[in-house]
């Protein structure tokens, strides 16, 4: 079967990638046919060795390139050997296809062998009666710790964080402390950090593993422990406990809540997870599509675009009610109609520039009160800089098109104005509206053009028939 061997060992990571991924990333068509037969023969021993063994996010990459009907057989056919954490790696419409057609009793099956910070991502957009039914077959502990992070806000480091931690009291030895990470069953399975706690679970401190592997066994907990970088509320939002993170290099940070309690522990791969995220959504957002994801419908995605669409189509109204104020000049030049769009285009596409940087500075934190008068003035000064040189550009161009210098000149001073404009609107547009509690990256895009239509059309034609007339 390919180069899918059988007999020679390897590591697992390197044949599972070697033999399913092409050279561009994509999974490859001839792995996608075998297990297509497969599933149609009902060959359950080749998607046990093939596929079954994945790792999580390689079988999310397997469940998001084969067929919709593929994907239920699949699940079906690996029972309780399909790994539930592929769906942490699926878009949404795709996990919940696939959720909403399991059993329940599965998926607590399955849920029980997740972590937690997994098995909140899987719950949370669940149905509430089928996520109490699932919940109820859980343990009592695993099913508080669930609820607690699933009682957190939507978008939270609270929703985000690990559950299962390793906490130990100021008073334990080194010694008592590695026996206890020895013989207890319940640790996570990958930590770098130990957590000390009161007898309340207060967050008193923290020790990292290098430290407690370089000290004497006698010596106590309190005595090598250091005050916790940057303890996350449980509350604060997801994307600034990831700027924390990536402001101070961080592995993992304790999750506290309202009192100073710790109630779980963020990590570094759930952070590469929400910064893609937030990336992502800030994209969408600028581009008017709200969640799209995808594997959604027809139906579903002209939903998602319809509403900024119809916002677009009366901002164009606005702009095509302002060229209505000078169709007498323009019907007298038509020389106008035909270089109007390169004044409003040019505009549009240097605001664009200046807001997608705006917007994405504002969402690093980056652009604040403090340095905002100068970010704005440098934007002014480029948007100078840039309406001269284009401006002269398409002066001459213009000029020399229509053999008529009053055409280069007005064209030129047109651009100038509106590249000013541009520049300004796209950075000032974030600000407010970031200022006002409106996320910028959802209403930049569509006020921003607004401006820059108007103001270019206005510019251009108003300058025109200020020119003819005072001409005659």
């Given at each position: 079967m390919s180069n899918i061997e059988e007999d020679r060992p390897r590591a697992h990571h390197e044949e599972t990638h070697d033999d399913i991924y092409a050279e561009n990333g994509s999974i490859r068509a001839d792995f996608l046919a075998m297990v297509g037969a497969a599933i149609g023969d009902r060959d359950i021993l080749f998607l046990r060795k093939h596929v079954a063994e994945l790792h999580e996010s390689e079988l999310g990459d397997l469940l998001e390139s084969i067929l919709p009907e593929q994907r239920m057989a699949l699940v079906r056919?690996?029972?309780?050997?399909?790994?539930?954490?592929?769906?942490?790696?699926?878009?949404?419409?795709?996990?919940?296809?696939?959720?909403?057609?399991?059993?329940?009793?599965?998926?607590?099956?399955?849920?029980?062998?997740?972590?937690?910070?997994?098995?909140?991502?899987?719950?949370?957009?669940?149905?509430?009666?089928?996520?109490?039914?699932?919940?109820?077959?859980?343990?009592?502990?695993?099913?508080?710790?669930?609820?607690?992070?699933?009682?957190?806000?939507?978008?939270?480091?609270?929703?985000?964080?690990?559950?299962?931690?390793?906490?130990?009291?100021?008073?334990?030895?080194?010694?008592?402390?590695?026996?206890?990470?020895?013989?207890?069953?319940?640790?996570?399975?990958?930590?770098?950090?130990?957590?000390?706690?009161?007898?309340?679970?207060?967050?008193?401190?923290?020790?990292?593993?290098?430290?407690?592997?370089?000290?004497?066994?006698?010596?106590?907990?309190?005595?090598?422990?250091?005050?916790?970088?940057?303890?996350?509320?449980?509350?604060?939002?997801?994307?600034?406990?990831?700027?924390?993170?990536?402001?101070?290099?961080?592995?993992?940070?304790?999750?506290?809540?309202?009192?100073?309690?710790?109630?779980?522990?963020?990590?570094?791969?759930?952070?590469?997870?929400?910064?893609?995220?937030?990336?992502e959504e800030d994209i969408m957002r600028l581009g008017g599509v709200g969640d799209e994801e995808l594997s959604d419908t027809v139906m579903t995605t002209s939903r998602s675009r319809v509403p900024w669409l119809l916002v677009n189509l009366l901002t164009a109204i606005l702009a095509a009610s302002v060229i209505s104020l000078f169709d007498a000049t323009i019907e007298k030049i038509v020389a106008l109609a035909v270089l109007m769009p390169i004044v409003a285009g040019m505009g549009g596409n240097?605001?664009?520039?200046?807001?997608?940087?705006?917007?994405?500075?504002?969402?690093?934190?980056?652009?604040?009160?403090?340095?905002?008068?100068?970010?704005?003035?440098?934007?002014?000064?480029?948007?100078?800089?840039?309406?001269?040189?284009?401006?002269?550009?398409?002066?001459?161009?213009?000029?020399?098109?229509?053999?008529?210098?009053?055409?280069?000149g007005i064209i030129a001073s047109a651009m100038l104005i509106n590249m000013m404009a541009a520049a300004l609107a796209g950075i000032m547009i974030p600000l407010i509206l970031d200022k006002v509690g409106v996320d910028p990256a959802v209403a930049s895009a569509v006020f921003v053009t607004t401006v820059t239509d108007v103001t270019g059309f206005f510019s251009f034609l108003g300058l025109a028939t200020w020119w003819f007339a005072i001409g005659k």
């Open positions: 056919l690996l029972g309780n050997d399909f790994d539930l954490t592929a769906l942490t790696e699926v878009d949404e419409t795709i996990r919940m296809e696939i959720v909403d057609q399991m059993p329940n009793a599965q998926i607590a099956a399955a849920i029980g062998e997740l972590d937690s910070d997994d098995a909140v991502y899987i719950l949370e957009d669940l149905d509430q009666e089928d996520r109490e039914e699932i919940l109820a077959q859980l343990p009592f502990t695993e099913r508080v710790r669930l609820r607690r992070a699933l009682d957190y806000p939507e978008s939270s480091a609270g929703r985000r964080m690990q559950t299962e931690f390793v906490a130990v009291p100021p008073f334990w030895t080194v010694g008592q402390t590695i026996d206890y990470m020895r013989d207890e069953e319940e640790l996570p399975e990958s930590f770098t950090q130990i957590f000390v706690i009161d007898p309340t679970f207060k967050l008193l401190g923290v020790v990292d593993l290098d430290r407690i592997l370089r000290t004497k066994r006698p010596v106590k907990i309190e005595a090598i422990m250091r005050e916790t970088n940057y303890p996350i509320p449980a509350d604060m939002d997801q994307e600034e406990a990831a700027q924390l993170f990536e402001q101070y290099d961080l592995l993992s940070a304790a999750v506290v809540d309202e009192n100073g309690r710790l109630v779980g522990v963020l990590t570094i791969d759930d952070v590469v997870d929400v910064i893609q995220e937030e990336a240097a605001a664009s520039q200046t807001m997608t940087v705006t917007v994405r500075a504002l969402a690093t934190r980056d652009l604040d009160i403090h340095n905002a008068a100068r970010i704005v003035r440098r934007e002014a000064g480029v948007g100078l800089l840039n309406g001269a040189i284009f401006g002269v550009l398409i002066g001459v161009v213009a000029g020399l098109w229509f053999q008529d210098v009053n055409i280069g």
